[in-house]
């Protein structure tokens, strides 16, 4: 059993153009203040982090690493969620996806895709610089729009979807291997990996890569109406970060799991702030601590409802109070009666 690290926050959805929120050093005295102790750094995000310097420079690695311990912080793991998405995505959301690109490459497809592979390689190089471990991605999608099977689908039409998809991660998993970092997949609808029969289909895809892992967010599986309990208990060993993220799913007689293209605020399914969901967060830092999860314990802020920063106000005690610090000792020892082989078989009968 492990102890959780923690409290982390996601900075992404904090990032702006506004101050504390638009420079690394005061969005870091932001969260310290709050109570994190970690932050996730999106990648892509030039205000905040250089990703193509922090893979050539382990200088300006230790100068990051060096800001953040002037608050008290620490780099949980790197994102690059944006770019992983353009790894692999299907024509029919080119427009939609080219803002994740620089201005250069939109409506240049392929070279979008060399772009956003190379972006995964040197995010690899830099978690080794910043002493990481793991790394929060997006798989991307070919097969996304089949993933209700009508109109029928050809026979060998998803396996060949992931069979690409397996080639084209394959040698950014090589990479990550070499630098010794986790790939964790956040498992997101919209994405090929979006539950475990999915990742399952990717890791045949790979040969089983020991570098393919989970970015475990119980948030996105309640909008799927899946057992998240039950997908710790399946996946733990490939589980290698943590969003902590509540939502609600509350079905009605207009609309279920697929929303009925409405906005967040009136689907049946929908993210909220922690502790205002149906998560049970006590049973998943219970399995987590259970099967010795190594890693962070991190804030993803995505609510409709409640405004940011009051769910950033209130998820640094919410984790913390989550955390289980793991028994050394089990509770039972002081009824101990010591024993030997020769005193186990006696009360066995067999001596």
């Known amino acids: 059993m492990k102890t959780l690290k923690g409290p982390g926050i996601f900075l992404a959805q904090y990032a702006s153009d506004e101050a504390p929120f638009n420079t690394l050093p005061d969005i870091a005295r932001w969260a310290s203040s709050l109570g994190f102790v970690g932050v996730q750094i999106p990648s892509n995000d030039r205000r905040l982090f250089d990703l ?39 024509p029919a ?6 803002g994740f690109a620089p201005p250069a490459l939109r409506g240049h497809t392929q070279q979008r895709q060399e772009w956003a592979v190379q972006q995964l390689k040197l995010a690899a190089v830099a978690s080794r610089n910043l002493g990481l471990t793991a790394h929060a991605t997006f798989s991307g999608a070919l097969a996304w729009h089949l993933f209700y099977p009508w109109p029928q689908r050809p026979a060998g039409l ?10 084209r991660w394959k040698p950014i998993l090589d990479a990550f291997d070499e630098a010794g970092v986790d790939v964790c997949y956040e498992l997101h609808p919209g994405e090929d990996l979006h539950d475990g029969a999915t990742f399952e289909r990717f ?20 909008l799927q ?9 399946n996946y733990h060993e490939r589980i290698r970060a943590f969003h902590v993220k509540d939502a609600e799913f509350r079905p009605n ?15 049946p399914g929908r993210f909220r702030s922690l502790g205002d969901g149906q998560i049970d967060f006590t049973a998943i830092f219970s399995k987590l601590a259970q099967y010795g999860y190594p890693g962070w314990a991190v804030l993803e802020w995505e609510c409709c409802i409640k405004d940011s920063q009051q ?9 913390r109070d989550h955390i289980i610090k793991v028994t050394e000792r089990a509770f039972d020892d002081f009824a101990s009666s010591g024993s030997d082989r020769a005193f186990n078989r006696t009360i066995l009968g067999l001596e």
Not at 225 to 230: A, G, K, P, S, T
């Open 52 to 90: 193509e310097q922090a893979a050539a420079s382990k200088t300006y690695c230790d100068d990051i690493a060096g800001t953040l311990a002037e608050h008290g912080l620490v780099v949980t793991e790197l994102s690059t969620h944006l770019q992983g998405q353009l790894v692999a995505s299907h």
């Open 93 to 98: 959301y080119d427009r939609l996806f080219d």
């Open 158 to 167: 998803v396996e060949e979807a992931f069979a690409e998809l397996g080639r």
């Open 203 to 222: 890791l045949d895809a790979v040969d089983h890569h020991p570098r393919a892992n989970i970015l475990f967010d119980p948030s996105h599986m309640v």
């Open 225 to 233: 109406q899946m057992d998240y309990l039950q997908f710790i208990d």
């Open 253 to 267: 007689g207009r609309s279920g799991v697929y929303g009925g293209y409405q906005g967040w605020v009136d689907r």
């Open 311 to 319: 769910g950033a106000m209130e998820g640094a005690p919410f984790i």
